[in-house]
């Protein structure tokens, strides 16, 4: 069964360091996803990709923050200066768009900001 | 806007005794609401999704949930508790906004099986 997966499965970066997160979505998914959740807290809506560009984006999804999709597979999302409160698992989630709007999760990177 | 309130961040049952995590929902649109279940150190899986029609929905490993609008509630139930079946389990629900739908998420209940 096609799966979502997520590299790395952990990543450990300094304060202040740029790190790239990146996802595969399902193949023929259309729309993309990024959430986090903080340590003992809900998952959180960062933002959604669909048709080369971001549709929706939350008040986390700052200036520090962006999403690319660099080819017909990938989808990475970027900290380009990190602070010890971006530690999080972050996932990456995927849906055709139809209907039901189920999405697909990947297992997660966790991201480690010291 | 939507939000989700999952009563209960932990809740502890016996083995094969009856699971219920509780669910309640804010949604100014008709919601697409789900359950989803994630075991340690995984991502996420669906465990069953309501969208339109029948409000009793069953889902994978023999959980079920009835949306009831009148209550603004998707609670989550299993009759029998397998040992298997400790994780935790969030509750989302799906508001259209642009062209995708973001899922909005409640805080999660732990699940505990006793044997």
């Known amino acids: 069964e096609p799966e979502v997966t997520q590299t790395p499965s952990h990543q450990v970066t300094q304060m202040g360091q740029e790190v790239i997160l990146r996802c595969v979505p399902i193949?023929?998914?259309?729309?993309f996803y990024w959430y986090r959740q903080i340590l003992g807290q809900k998952v959180e809506f960062l933002v959604s990709f669909y048709n080369n560009e971001i549709s929706e984006k939350s008040e986390i999804f700052d200036d520090q923050f962006s999403v690319e999709r660099p080819d017909g597979s990938n989808f990475t999302l970027k900290i380009r200066s990190t602070k010890l409160e971006d530690s999080a698992m972050y996932f990456c989630a995927s849906n055709t768009g139809t209907v039901s709007y189920e999405q697909y999760f990947g297992p997660g990177t966790r991201l480690t900001v010291t | 806007a939507q939000s989700v309130t999952q009563l209960g961040s932990h809740v502890s049952v016996s083995e094969g005794a009856l699971v219920l995590l509780r669910c309640n929902y804010s949604s100014s649109v008709p919601p697409y609401l789900f359950w989803y279940v994630q075991y340690p150190n995984q991502g996420l899986q669906l465990l069953l999704k309501y969208t339109t029609g029948a409000t009793l929905v069953k889902g994978i490993n023999g959980f079920e949930a009835e949306f009831k609008k009148s209550e603004t509630s998707f609670h989550l139930t299993k009759p029998s508790a397998h040992m298997s079946d400790a994780a935790e389990y969030f509750c989302a629900v799906s508001s259209f906004s642009g062209s995708a739908r973001q899922l909005t998420f409640g805080s999660g209940t732990q699940l505990t099986v006793l044997p």
């Open positions: 193949s023929n998914h259309l729309y």
